[in-house]
């Protein structure tokens, strides 16, 4: 069982779109988590990150966690093209210096 | 602030060559250091955890011998791919993460190895 599972997608949204990115982890302990973009050729940018249940919003970008499901989600409202990417989940077990990430969802916004 | 820079941003070099990857932080100290490993359209590869001043921590199935990994300030990581061959080729990212605490890693802009 992999650490962090994302769907590979593409998942594919019209422009203005709500866009709803999903992720779920196996260690219970873990603490942090982040999303992160990658556009094709570029490394990751980091755009949110969230540490306790609930939501966490910042623009058009909401980062909603439930460790009791283990699962933590992006949303993207008000979808643009400019935020087709791939988007990468990264989960921060109880050790300081581990990060697991996942494989990838690859968002097409439409124009 | 936490902007991590690589350089050289891209390099070509013959087989058999080695090549040095420069990765700092330039706003911050990072004990911990990340070097990851991208082949296209595939995911990151975690290769190994570096931190200052200690020897760095390789992935299983990377060789360490070939991925030679150097922390020597709380600033600076170095990856020197010994020996390149073509199958090397691949986008190499760092990352950094800030002294001490579970918070997010940086990446650097990648750097581009091309292996002839």
């Known amino acids: 069982q992999k650490e962090v599972e994302q769907n590979s997608g593409p998942l594919s949204v019209p422009e203005g779109a709500i866009a709803s990115l999903n992720c779920t982890y196996s260690d219970r302990v873990s603490q942090s988590f982040f999303w992160y973009r990658q556009y094709s050729g570029k490394s990751p940018e980091l755009i949110m990150s969230i540490y306790s249940n609930g939501d966490k919003e910042d623009g058009r970008f909401t980062a909603q966690l439930n460790k009791a499901s283990q699962y933590v989600s992006l949303l993207i409202r008000d979808s643009q093209p400019s935020d087709s990417a791939t988007y990468l989940c990264a989960v921060n077990g109880n050790n300081f210096n581990k990060f697991y990430f996942g494989s990838g969802t690859k968002l097409n916004v439409k124009p | 602030g936490a902007v991590v820079s690589q350089h050289p941003s891209w390099v070509i070099c013959k087989s058999g060559t080695s090549v040095k990857i420069e990765c700092r932080s330039l706003d911050f100290q990072a004990t911990t250091m990340f070097w990851y490993r991208q082949f296209p359209k595939q995911s990151l590869m975690l290769m190994a955890t570096?931190?200052?001043?200690?020897?760095?921590?390789?992935e299983q199935g990377v060789e360490k011998d070939k991925f030679l990994i150097n922390h020597a300030s709380l600033t600076l990581s170095t990856l020197t791919v010994t020996s390149a061959h073509p199958e090397d080729s691949s986008f190499y990212i760092c990352?950094?993460?800030?002294?001490?605490?579970?918070?997010?890693?940086?990446f650097g802009p990648g750097t581009r190895l091309t292996v002839t």
């Open positions: 570096s931190n200052e001043g200690s020897k760095a921590t390789y």
């Open positions: 990352s950094a993460k800030i002294a001490g605490t579970f918070y997010e890693q940086y």
